[in-house]
């Protein structure tokens, strides 16, 4: 039965095995999976080990420029057919939606498309977003190259707890009102598309009265940030009490005599070691540390602070804007 149906599991197995011969008592899923192991016809799955939580922190940003979110709203394709992949940031403070540009959803696309906003802007202290590609990754503290660049520019990189998107509510509701305004029904190609972004952007920003800022347009309140994009980007620094060693391009170190894998976000980059009061040592990158490399050499991976926009205890308010 496992040869007719390789992809069957023992549980499958046993049904479809009823299903011929109903008069027959046949074993229980565990022994049929015991008997499949036995046999070889059954590969061992492996387990990536499971993350070391940091726990979670309750923030926003009273001032602009304090944090800024940033997500891809809902790809969708125009009249021609093309797919659209907007990507939108905003600051959270103030709402003030500072790009809605069509890009890429690549490391290489997001990159160029800040790259341009930061050149155009400038810097802000904090950029809030989901867990997924290419924000963030399942690799030490839950970085990506994007946001190895972010922490290399002084941009705290700051994700919400997985399936949570009311930690990043307010950008999420202005998604709603950027396709009921942009996207129903969608423009004929994508230059058209963005030239409704871009209308929609000075609209929401300028004209637009916001509930939650005392119906004031957001633009009233948002003030450009004082850090330019800088020329040059220097090396992380390690405090003496580090050992610093650089990520190879197949993403390990160096340790002990051993390779220890890292993470690929951070190849060509140089990471400080302490010595952990546990024991083993504790792997950092720009002040965010990244797992802990026990006594026997194992990397064991940290997941990043969680930033909630309010506690468990605080209800959770229906802003319309």
Known sequence: MRHRFPHFGPKKIRARLALDRPDLVWPAASTIGDIL??????????????????????AGADEPNGEWAIDFKGWFRTRDGERIDPLTVSDTASRYLIAARIT??????????MERVFNEVGLPDA???????PF?????????????WFLKLGIEPRYIPPSS???????????????????????????????????????YNEERPH????????????????????????????????????VRPDGTIKWRGEHVFIGEALRREPVGLAEHDRGG??????????GLIDASGRFHRFAPPRWRLRSAAEPVKKVED
């Open 37 to 58: 192991k036995r046999e070889g016809l059954i590969a061992p799955r492996s387990r990536r080990r499971r993350a070391f939580h940091q726990g979670q922190i309750v």
């Open 104 to 113: 890429p959803p690549t490391h290489d696309g997001v990159r160029a498309a």
């Open 127 to 133: 950029i809030r977003s989901d867990n997924g590609a």
């Open 136 to 148: 963030g990754s399942i690799g030490g503290g839950g970085l990506s190259r994007l946001s190895v």
């Open 165 to 203: 998107p009311q930690d990043n509510g307010r950008h999420e509701r202005m998604h709603r009102t950027m396709k009921a305004e942009t996207a129903r029904p969608p423009a004929d190609t994508w230059m058209q598309q963005q030239v409704r972004f871009n209308i929609f952007r000075r609209e």
């Open 211 to 246: 509930e939650a800022l005392g119906q004031t347009t957001p633009a009233s309140h948002w003030r450009p940030p004082r850090r330019g994009l800088p020329a040059k980007l220097d090396e992380p620094w390690y405090d003496a009490d580090h050992e610093v060693r650089r």
């Open 281 to 290: 040592h504790v792997v950092r990158f720009c002040g965010r540390d990244l």
